[in-house]
């Protein structure tokens, strides 16, 4: 048996863009959590997720909890997590990945611990993770330009607020990563602005999929009236309204299916959003959804109900890239191009080897395990600017109300 010998749970900092959405603005550094399983026999396990202090507090008492686990043994991993965490929630403050309860919490939690116990079960077996998962699908894994409207910064990417900008910026990350398909990041600006937006994407690339993400800054009406005028212009349009209920007034009149990431976001949201019809498309994640085993779950699930499924991002590093690539090569119904942020993340990075995007898309490393490396010197590095950088929770509010003190966050607002 190889069993878990020490857990390290690192706090990373990486500058990060001045990037808008519905809640306000990116702060100047996006925060993560690098997670190091070291097994038995001296071989690491990695894993990544969110950096917030609340989250961190909680991944140390997991930690400690997994110490002389089997590392194949993934009910445990979950029932000691459980055990250790009892009803904690650690609800973020942004939002965009939906409400927080105990079991998100939980299940949040487990998530970087179970993709480093199956970069170790890889390891030990001489099998790359999606074998674990149920085996390749595909070689290539394809990732989505994803778009920000964007304040100018310290970044190479200059501003982007109107339908020119976003069409340039949209064009050098094409020209640099080879992009095929493009989503927005919208609820910035009064939804005709948007429109704008998405009429001159779809004029400059004409044969690119399209998709709008406002996350839920519309009301329901507001969502129709959108859905309506952008007719054949989208691939789908991702959260344009809040909630269950409101999700299925709008999916019943737009002409594109609606995506989610924000209404269902747990298995207890599934029901009720398939009885109500409330949306086409599920955006897993594997960060929030309980791991990579959760996310093949709900890929089974949604197969049944005839739902689609696609793949959401946060600002993150090389190590969750690698294991959103193995899920994706493992998930048959992933039909749609993955987001990313790794556009944005200038490069920085703290594995050594980190997976390249280009022609559009990641090729799925065949190697044990991950297939990254941890590089302990950008480790220390990036750990250093969390401790500098003073930030300990995301809070894309207070920060844009530190330029705009009469911002609020409004959802809906429009
Ligand atoms: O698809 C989404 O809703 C997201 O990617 C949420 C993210 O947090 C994004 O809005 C961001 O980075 O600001
Ligand atoms: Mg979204």
Known sequence: MTSVREV???????????????????????????????????????????????????????????ENLDIFDLAGLVAKIAEALGAADAPDRHGLTGDSTAAKTLARVVSPFEVALLDLQGQAIGRPIYDLLGGKVRDRVPFSAYLFYKWAGTDSWGPALDPAGIVAQARSMIDQYGFESIKLKGGVFPPDE?????????????????????????????????AEQTEGLLEY????????????????????????NMCVVAFADLPEAIERGSVQ???????????????????????????????????HLGISLAAMVHLAAATPQLTYAVDTHTPWQSGVDVVSDPLVISGGAATVPDTPGLGVTLDEDKLAELHDNWWRCGIRERDDTAYRQSFEPDYVKLRPRW
């Open 8 to 66: 390290i749970v690192t706090p990373v900092a990486f500058p990060d863009p001045p990037l808008l959405n519905s809640a306000g603005v990116h702060q100047p550094w996006a925060l993560r959590a690098i997670i190091q399983v070291r097994a038995a026999d001296g071989s690491i396990g990695l894993g990544e997720t969110y950096g917030d202090a609340p989250h961190l507090a909680l991944l140390t008492r997991a930690a400690s909890a997994i």
């Open 194 to 226: 948007e429109i704008a937006a998405i009429r001159a994407l779809r004029d400059a690339f004409p044969g690119l999929p399209l998709r709008l993400d406002p996350n839920a800054a519309w009301t329901p009406e507001t969502s129709i009236k959108v």
């Open 237 to 260: 349009l991702e959260d344009p309204t809040g909630g269950l209920a409101g999700m299925a007034e709008v999916a019943a009149l737009a002409p594109m299916p609606l995506a989610t």
């Open 281 to 315: 498309i599920v955006l897993a994640d594997h960060h929030y959804w309980g791991g990579l085993r959760a996310c093949v779950e709900l890929a089974a699930i949604c197969r049944t109900w005839g739902i689609g499924v696609s793949m959401h991002s946060n600002s």
